[in-house]
């Protein structure tokens, strides 16, 4: 590769802009000089680090070298015994943290970016020196007093001496012997000692040793001979604490020159992933992505692949840039790109070498995804106005000049782009050289692209196998170019029709036409015509697309709501069996239930008629009947209002009852006290601790001692087509038992309270030492009868009540 090609293809600027992206000295340096490589594999790894590092910004956007710095010269100087500033120890200390910083954060991805984790693999902690930093210098650079016990006294000394002096001068000003002679009643400081001012015609007045005078001269600065001691004494303390310090310096710098070799290894590590990372970025802002590099296929020709598909020139204004395909085929060695003047065709030209040489730095290229791209061992470019005043050259001789040294370079590996070929000479002249140089291109397997204004190119590259023509569209009704790079076309000088725009008279139009060949007017013509039939077939083609592409999107939301629909049918199958299985397995495990539930009350039927065998035998049949009910069908409830006699409220539910009625609530087979009338048939009851919200169908009214108490009939009936046992009350007390004795009654109360069908029930069992919580708790964790239990509400009882739900009976 040629550096001048750099310049000549803009390169130079393209990294001018990458460098602004990096983050410090060292990566800026390193991108600055970045240059194309001929090698695949290289340019492929850079391309896979560009990615990665985009990705992983991407992932996380705080990924950053936080405030590292270059201090490779910092290490070089420690390594040759140079003692480092405080400040340059700490740049050192904040380096090496970010390096710490950044490999633990990409070691931790390691296993999706492996470039970049192979690069902060060379990343060095410097632990031990860093800790050995802190303990001297603090994060302004200011050397601490714990640097060192010595230091530490010092220190301590200085303070003392100091404050001593202060005191000293300050009863020398205040004096009614001195201040007569004061300028001003302060302390200052001159050469280091602490001095008083005193008027010079008082000189002698004080005795003392003269420092300094003002510019005036009418001001002394005298040190006190009362305080020289003492100023001496501070003096020997500075020396001791600067050779102190410079002791504890010269400790330190010899730490970073033990650990030069790891420090400059470091930065050049944080100086590359920096460089990935800024490349990273600058592809995101140009909205780049990674082209496909490819080598030299010598099976076919020419052996190169170029295909850029929405390729825009990096250094153009983004939102004005025209982008452009390119595409050489297995047979196309030479591309002559026609069109007018400020048509396009240089842009276009630079826009190809520049991408092939972003590809080969390592850059995402501003086109298409799909793109591809040979890694080509070298790019020459002759592009531009290349007059030499220097070396007395015309434009045209510059150019030549430039062409024969890429002849004497170029083989079928390499990229060469040339500019209005033949130019600036004798247009006969100058178009048949430029028809023997790209023979010669074309005989060497040359891959080159070449401009030009000459119809005799066009018809040179309509018939020579391996050459091919295009051209930049242009507008002839708006006199603007379009920029668009038709492939396969040549191109029109649209002379005499920009003219005829620009108002130059008819007459001297139709002169100009008859000094044209006739042969080159009907070829004008003819791509004139071809050129509008292409434009009318590419609309209609694009028309067809957009009709396609709405085609198949319909096509595929008909086939989703298809599959939409043929999945909800196989999910409401699946659900339906599921469902199924899932109720036939609860219906098992009831089964499986009660039977054990017979099993358990076998016993107490037995106790209960003092072991009876006839009694006994008539107390399970009774159970089992009644539990086999529980199987068969659900318990239904019938619950009618009675209209009340003495009643003259009409028929609502809730007339006759009223706050403070004794109740019987159906639903939970227990009694309680209405404590409220809601909205609606809406009750709220107080049924032990708890209080309910019921329907007032699900109510019975109780009197409280006797029936009649109220003078009135209830003003509900209430019956049940399968009786329940009688149930246990909502509540079991067992405060001040012990746990052996607790359990059982446990065991027991639960079945009663299972039986008499109440969905929940309260253990009130106390906080106390939490030993008989703890056994209730863990014995109705494995309880078969027991859906779950938690922690009563504190205005229940908080953590000395449990509320137990049981599984469903039916």
């Known amino acids: 590769m040629i550096p001048k090609v750099y310049h000549t293809l803009e390169l130079d600027k393209v990294l001018d802009k990458l460098t602004t992206y990096a983050a410090f000295s060292a990566s800026a340096t390193l991108l600055r000089e970045l240059a194309p490589t001929g090698d695949l594999a290289e340019a492929q790894q850079r391309q896979r680090e560009t990615t990665e590092a985009r990705n992983l910004l991407e992932e996380r956007a705080n990924v950053t070298i936080g405030g590292a710095r270059d201090i490779r010269p910092h290490a070089r100087d420690a390594l040759r015994g140079i003692v480092l500033s405080p400040a340059q120890l700490l740049e050192v200390k904040v380096t090496l943290q970010a390096a710490g910083a950044l490999r633990r954060t990409i070691t931790q991805v390691a296993e999706r970016f492996p470039l970049l984790a192979r690069l902060a693999a060379n990343l060095s902690e410097g632990k031990h020196l860093v800790e050995a930093i802190n303990q001297v210098i603090d994060d302004q650079g200011e050397i601490l007093d714990s ?100 002791r504890l310096l010269t400790e330190l710098s010899g730490q970073v020159g033990i650990e030069a070799s790891a420090i400059i290894a470091t930065v050049e590590a944080l100086a590359a992933l920096d460089a990935a990372f800024a490349r990273a970025k600058y592809a995101t802002t140009l909205r780049a992505s990674e082209p496909i590099l490819v080598g030299f296929d010598s099976r076919q020709a020419p052996g190169i692949t170029i295909k850029l598909y929405g390729a825009r020139h990096p250094l153009l204004d983004p939102l004005t840039v025209v982008p452009i395909d390119v595409e050489l085929d297995e047979d196309t060695y030479i591309v002559v790109v026609t069109g007018p003047n400020t048509g396009g065709k240089t842009v276009s030209l630079k826009t190809i070498g520049l991408l092939a040489l972003m590809a080969q730095c390592g850059l995402h290229i501003p086109a298409a995804e799909g793109s591809t791209l040979t890694v080509f061992e070298s790019v020459y470019a002759d592009i531009g106005d290349e007059q030499s005043i220097e070396q007395s050259l015309s434009t045209f001789s510059s150019h030549l000049h430039n062409i024969i040294g890429i002849l004497g370079k170029a083989n079928e590996r390499s990229l060469v782009l040339l500019d209005e070929l033949g130019a600036g000479t004798d247009p006969a002249e100058g178009s048949a050289i430029a028809r023997a140089l790209l023979s010669e291109f074309l005989q060497r397997g040359v891959t080159t692209f070449a401009t030009t204004h000459y119809p005799e190119l066009k018809l040179y590259a309509h018939n020579t196998p391996g050459v091919r023509n295009a051209s930049v569209e242009f507008d002839v009704d708006t006199l603007s170019p379009t920029y668009h790079l038709i492939m396969g076309l040549p191109g029109r000088s649209n002379a005499l029709a920009i003219a005829e725009r620009l108002g130059l008279p008819r007459p001297i139009i139709e002169a100009a036409r008859s000094y044209v060949k006739e042969i080159d007017l009907q070829t004008d013509d003819l791509l004139d015509e071809i050129h509008r039939t292409r434009e009318e077939i590419r609309q209609t083609q694009a028309r067809l697309l957009k009709a396609e592409s709405d085609a198949r999107q319909l096509q595929s939301e008909l086939q989703l709501r298809l599959d939409g629909i043929e999945e909800e049918r196989r999910a409401i199958i699946e659900a339906a069996r599921v469902e199924a299985e899932s109720e036939l397995e609860a219906l098992r495990k009831e089964i499986r239930q009660l039977r054990r539930r017979l099993s358990a009350l076998a016993p107490m039927a037995r106790q209960a008629a003092g072991s009876d065998p006839a009694l006994e035998l008539k107390e399970i049949e009774r159970s089992a009947a009644m539990l086999a009910e529980h199987l068969e069908a659900p318990i239904t409830k019938v619950v009618k209002p009675v209209p009340a006699a003495t009643s003259a409220e009409g028929a609502s539910p809730k007339r006759g009852l009223r706050p403070g009625d004794h109740v019987y609530v159906a639903g939970l087979n227990a009694e309680g006290e209405i404590v409220a009338l809601h909205a609606g048939h809406d ?57 052996e004795d607790a359990l059982p009654m446990l065991d027991e109360y639960l079945d009663q309270a299972y039986l008499a069908g109440l969905p929940w029930v309260s253990v009130v069992h106390g906080r106390g030492t939490g030993a008989l919580r703890k056994a209730v708790r863990e014995h109705l964790r494995s309880h078969p009868l027991v859906k779950e239990y938690k922690r009563a509400a504190e205005n229940e009882g908080g953590d000395g009540v449990t509320i137990v739900t049981f599984v469903p009976l039916s």
């Open 147 to 246: 640097a060192s016990p010595t230091l530490m006294r010092i220190r301590t000394d200085l303070r003392i001496t100091h404050d001593r002096l202060h005191s000293k001068l300050q009863s020398l000003v205040n004096s009614s012997a001195v201040a007569p002679y004061l300028q001003e009643a302060l302390i200052t400081l001159r050469s280091g000692r602490y001095v008083i001012p005193i008027k010079a015609e008082a000189k002698g007045r004080v005795k003392g040793i003269v420092h300094d005078q003002s510019a005036s001269g009418a001001t002394l600065f005298v040190e006190p001979l009362a305080t020289v001691e003492i100023n001496n004494q501070i003096r020997e303390l500075e020396l001791a604490e600067e050779e102190e310090i410079r």
């Open 683 to 739: 009750v709220e009851v107080q049924v032990g601790l708890m209080r309910v919200r019921v329907d007032a169908d699900q109510l019975e009214w109780r009197p409280a001692s006797g029936r009649g108490e109220r003078g009135e009939e209830p003003p509900y009936s209430t019956s049940v087509k399968t009786p329940r046992p009688p149930s246990p009350g909502m509540e079991l007390h067992l405060r001040g038992f012990l746990v």
